[in-house]
């Protein structure tokens, strides 16, 4: 079968990485992709939010299934668009209908959804523009520090922790009466601060039943030690020491099954990736969001650790019949470096050469914000986080040391990467 996957990040160029190697491949497309994803298929210059531009390449070139990599067509409603046009219909997308995507749309729909299926997560309410005034009576029943969601998409810039009280009033009144993040920030949630340590879980799903993933650990701040500003990530590994055996039943019993269980009972069709970010409370889960999609950098060391046919169980999700899919996961420890662009995740320059992507042995380079030059046969960086590297290894010293061997052969004007991974997992291993 013929495959479009849409996006260009290092999560697209896991999948189309991943989706080459099925042996029901016909052709690939990348749509737009990156320097990483031509080496498995054709790269092509669509808009990922335009959906009849999409629809049209679709229908010539014989398209059978979508991946949608990132949230934002999935939240703008790409699935449905392709379910309501005839002509379209039989080509299956993988990823949320417009509903189902409001889980990571609407933190308050999100929540709301939570509450009403027993899903253990924080303490909440939303307010909006007109109740700035219980917001801030709200804000005082907690303690530092505070937490402040805009309820809509803010490419990921959306939540913020105020260390102070003073500041927490400054950010209500910022995104609900100044509209920092425009129609995002109309409404607001306020959320107790959970103190507990991160982990990433992921589901395949056809609505009905669903696959476990290998769930993985982010690393969001810029800076060694959790410091400095957020990113979209700088690395990630997997397995999760403290995800034990234990740990993941009480993750599929408490928020797993509810969630699938949930949709269901809502009449809500959920056909992709479910994405469940965690915060681990003196061993019990609680469920800090939904994504719609693949996590970024979780995708670069999970994708790798599943050894079946992605496309095979792509089509158990399209025919509806995941039930009889088997996964067959890597054992193995899979780690991805991020190597970013020097202020990343502020200003940054664009277009530096990148050398040494041909000294690399033992780990895969998974391209991010990276361009091919076509007249100088170069790869050029193109964005903030640029290139993953992942290794896999026997435990996760050994996939970490082969992940940093290899970061250090590779060379880009202000490069810059955490050396510091999984530092933070060591005293939960065995
Ligand atoms: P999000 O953009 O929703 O992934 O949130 C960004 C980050 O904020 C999360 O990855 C957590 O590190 C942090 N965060 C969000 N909600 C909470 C919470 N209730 N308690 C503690 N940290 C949180
Ligand atoms: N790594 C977090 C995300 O993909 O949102």
């Known amino acids: 079968m013929n495959v479009l996957i849409l996006g260009s990040g290092g999560r697209e160029h896991a999948l189309a990485w991943k989706i080459a190697q099925s042996p029901v491949l016909k052709k690939l497309f990348i749509a737009p992709g990156n320097a990483g994803t031509l080496q498995h298929g054709y790269n092509v210059d669509l808009d990922t939010n335009n959906f009849g531009q999409i629809g049209q390449f679709a229908i010539d070139h014989d398209i059978s299934l979508i991946v949608v990599g990132p949230e934002a067509p999935l939240v703008a409603g790409i699935h449905d668009y392709f379910l309501e046009k005839p002509e379209l219909g039989n080509i299956a997308v993988i990823g949320p209908v417009r509903k189902a995507a409001m889980l990571e749309g609407s933190k308050d729909f999100a929540k709301e959804f939570m509450q009403r299926h027993n899903i253990p997560t924080g303490k909440h309410r939303t307010f909006t523009r007109n109740e700035i005034n219980e917001a801030m009576s709200y804000l005082k029943e907690f303690q530092a520090p505070y937490v402040i969601k805009a309820d809509g998409l803010a490419a990921g810039k959306g939540v913020l922790i105020c260390e102070t009280f003073e500041d927490a009033e400054?950010?209500?009144n910022a995104m609900l009466i100044e509209e920092k993040f425009g129609d995002a920030s109309a409404k607001v949630v306020i959320e107790e601060f959970l103190n507990g340590i991160e982990l990433s879980v992921f589901v395949l799903t056809d609505g009905n039943s669903y696959i476990l993933l290998p769930e993985a650990k982010d690393y969001k701040r810029i800076g060694e030690g959790d410091t400095g500003l957020n990113t979209g990530g700088m690395g990630s590994i997997s397995p999760v020491p403290f995800a034990d055996n234990d740990f993941m039943k009480k993750v599929e019993d408490r928020i797993i099954r509810p969630t699938i269980n949930g949709l269901t009972k809502e009449g809500i069709s959920y056909q992709g990736f479910i994405f469940f970010g965690l915060m681990n409370?003196?061993?019990?889960?609680?469920?800090?969001?939904?994504?719609?999609?693949?996590?970024d950098p979780e995708a670069e060391s999970v994708i790798p650790r599943i050894k079946s046919d992605i496309l095979e169980l792509f089509q158990g999700i399209?025919?509806?019949?995941?039930?009889?899919?088997?996964?067959?996961?890597?054992?193995?420890?899979?780690?991805?470096?991020?190597?970013?662009?020097?202020?990343?995740?502020e200003k940054y320059e664009k277009g530096k050469s990148i050398k040494g992507l041909e000294n690399i042995d033992e780990s895969i380079i998974f391209h991010a914000g990276t361009a091919y030059d076509q007249e100088e046969?170069?790869?050029?960086?193109?964005?903030?986080?640029?290139?993953?590297?992942?290794?896999?290894?026997?435990?996760m010293k050994d996939a970490l040391e082969k992940s940093y061997q290899n970061a250090d052969k590779i060379k880009f004007e202000k490069m810059y990467y955490r050396r510091d991974l999984g530092s933070d997992l060591e005293k939960f291993q065995a």
Not at 377 to 389: D, E, F, H, Q, Y
């Open 281 to 295: 409370v003196e061993g019990n889960p609680y469920l800090i969001e939904y994504n719609a999609r693949m996590g």
């Open 170 to 172: 400054q950010e209500l």
């Open 318 to 345: 399209a025919n509806r019949n995941l039930k009889s899919s088997k996964i067959e996961i890597d054992p193995r420890y899979s780690t991805a470096i991020m190597l970013v662009s020097g202020g990343y995740p």
């Open 377 to 395: 046969k170069i790869v050029l960086t193109n964005g903030g986080r640029v290139l993953a590297i992942t290794s896999l290894g026997k435990d």
